[in-house]
C-alpha cells in the first residue's frame, strides 16, 4: 500500500505564509507527479499546483505567483509554499501522487492524502 501523509495546515491571517508537506511511503519504485488539489464547503475539488518528478510545474490561474509547490524526489515529498494568503483560500488541501508504480506490482495507481485544514482569517 501506499500512504500519504500530509501536514502544516492551520490558521492564518489574510496576508500571511503556510508551508504545506506530503510525504508519500510504502512500496514505491516512481512516481510520475505530485500535486495538491483543495475543496472548500459547498464546492467542487479543484486544483492547486501539481509537479512531475522532471520538475515541470502547473499552478491554478487564482494562486499564480503567491504558491510554489516544489519536490523531493528522493524523499517522494511534495511541498506547497503558500504566500500572501487570501481568506477565499480557506479550504481542506489533500495531496495527490500520479501513476504510483509499487514493487511486486505491474499498475500505476494515484493516491490521495487525508486532507489538511488551511483557514485564512482574521
Known amino acids: 500500500q501506499v500512504q500519504l501523509a500530509e501536514s502544516g495546515g492551520g490558521l492564518v491571517q489574510p496576508g500571511g505564509s503556510l508551508r504545506l508537506s506530503c510525504a508519500a511511503s510504502?512500496?514505491?519504485?516512481?512516481?510520475?507527479?505530485m500535486g495538491w488539489y483543495r475543496q472548500a464547503p459547498g464546492k467542487q475539488r479543484e486544483l492547486v499546483a501539481t509537479?512531475?518528478?522532471?520538475?515541470?510545474?502547473n499552478y491554478a490561474d487564482s494562486v499564480q505567483g503567491r504558491f510554489t509547490i516544489s519536490i523531493d524526489n528522493a524523499k517522494n515529498t511534495v511541498y506547497l509554499q503558500m504566500n500572501s494568503l487570501k481568506p477565499e483560500d480557506t479550504a481542506v488541501y489533500y495531496c495527490?501522487?500520479?501513476?504510483?508504480?509499487?514493487?511486486?506490482?505491474?499498475?500505476?495507481?494515484?493516491?490521495w492524502g487525508q486532507g489538511t485544514q488551511v483557514t485564512v482569517s482574521s
Open positions: 509537479i512531475t518528478k522532471s520538475r515541470s510545474t
Open positions: 495527490k501522487a500520479d501513476r504510483v508504480r509499487r514493487i511486486g506490482t505491474l499498475n500505476a495507481l494515484d493516491y
Open positions: 510504502g512500496t514505491i519504485i516512481s512516481i510520475y507527479a
